[in-house]
């Protein structure tokens, strides 16, 4: 399957592997959030799991709103 986007989130080391296991090919398409204190490996860090999902709920509506807005203008 040939995947438009990535997003990966951590809080731990294994987390860290993972994000610098993302291929220099990906850095136009991938999106690095950290949880807790900020990282030097994420492009982005929030101080918890609930800001994290207050996020993501932010990115989604506004993703929504402008599916609906193409779709209106069809």
């Given at each position: 399957?040939?995947?438009?986007?990535?997003?990966?989130?951590?809080?731990?080391?294994?987390?860290?592997?993972?994000?610098?296991?993302?291929?220099?090919?990906?850095?136009?398409?991938?999106?690095?959030?950290?949880?807790?204190?900020?990282?030097?490996?994420?492009?982005?860090?929030?101080?918890?799991?609930?800001?994290?999902?207050?996020e993501?709920?932010?990115?989604?509506?506004t993703?929504?709103?402008?599916?609906?807005?193409?779709?209106?203008?069809?």
């Open positions: 399957a040939k995947a438009d986007f990535l997003f990966c989130a951590g809080d731990d080391r294994t987390d860290e592997e993972m994000m610098d296991a993302i291929p220099k090919s990906w850095a136009g398409r991938a999106v690095t959030c950290w949880v807790g204190s900020a990282n030097s490996r994420a492009q982005f860090w929030v101080e918890s799991n609930h800001a994290l999902l207050a993501l709920e932010r990115v989604a509506a993703w929504e709103g402008q599916r609906r807005k193409a779709k209106k203008s069809r």
